[in-house]
């Protein structure tokens, strides 16, 4: 079945680091990704839809030139999180659509960021 | 008011009893509804869709769908220890977007 794949799994840094995280699809094309964040106990908040091709969309309150993300192809898309600081640190979670609007999405592992 | 709604539990059910987990959602206009499980530290798989009023069955897991009342459940039967998780009622607005609830923590006792 479709995959995505998010790497890395885990990253622990310092505060004022960039991290990139990466999300790709394994055996299907995605113009379309999205990337949510999750704090604990809490559920799963879109953070911004990226787009191939064009810019991403963010959602209300999620600054963009903080979050950046990048759809460079029909398979990868990148979030860099710049200049991390401790509240930034949370489970960020990618997924992709794999057919029509309404079907199921499939998510990525996730990536555990911690920021010292 | 939510988009979506769920009741954060904890919900705890005997093993081989019969959990029930209910979602409300606001958006009248919603069509497509997802129920996915989601293990501590993982990231949520899905366990059932439905697009249509009434029931949708699957092994032991039966979604049910009721549009008038803005309502969609998740029934699973004899339940198991290994179906102990966090259950995510999830939505589709506009594009593709899901709106999840915040969760029901389902605890199934041996």
């Known amino acids: 079945g479709a995959v995505v794949s998010q790497h890395p799994s885990w990253v622990i840094c310092k505060s004022g680091t960039s991290v990139k995280i990466e999300c790709r699809s394994l055996?299907?094309?995605?113009?379309?990704m999205f990337w949510y964040r999750q704090f604990p106990k809490q559920s799963l908040m879109l953070m911004a839809t990226?787009?191939?091709?064009?810019?991403?969309?963010?959602e209300q309150g999620v600054e963009k030139d903080k979050f950046l993300i990048n759809h460079a192809s029909l398979t990868l898309s990148t979030l860099t999180v710049t200049s991390a600081h401790p509240e930034d640190s949370s489970f960020y979670i990618c997924?992709?659509?794999?057919?029509?609007?309404?079907?199921?999405?499939?998510f990525g592992d996730g990536t555990r960021l911690s920021i010292l | 008011q939510k988009e979506v709604e769920q009741n954060s539990g904890p919900l705890s059910v005997p093993e081989g009893a019969i959990a029930s987990l209910n979602c409300t959602y606001s958006?009248?206009?919603?069509?497509?509804f997802f129920w996915y499980r989601q293990y501590s530290g993982k990231s949520p798989e899905l366990i059932m869709f439905?697009?249509?009023?009434g029931d949708k069955e699957d092994g032991r897991f039966t979604a049910q769908l009721n549009k008038a009342s803005q309502y969609v459940s998740l029934l699973i039967r004899d339940s198991q220890p290994s179906d102990s998780a966090t259950y995510l009622c999830?939505?589709?607005?506009?594009?593709?977007?899901?709106?999840f609830g915040q969760g029901t923590r389902l605890t199934i006792n041996p």
């Open positions: 997924s992709a659509p794999t057919g029509a609007s309404n079907q199921p999405q499939h």
């Open positions: 055996d299907f094309q995605a113009t379309t």
């Open positions: 990226s787009n191939e091709g064009s810019k991403a969309t963010y």
């Open positions: 958006d009248r206009g919603s069509q497509s």
């Open positions: 439905i697009y249509s009023n």
């Open positions: 999830a939505v589709i607005q506009g594009a593709q977007k899901l709106v």
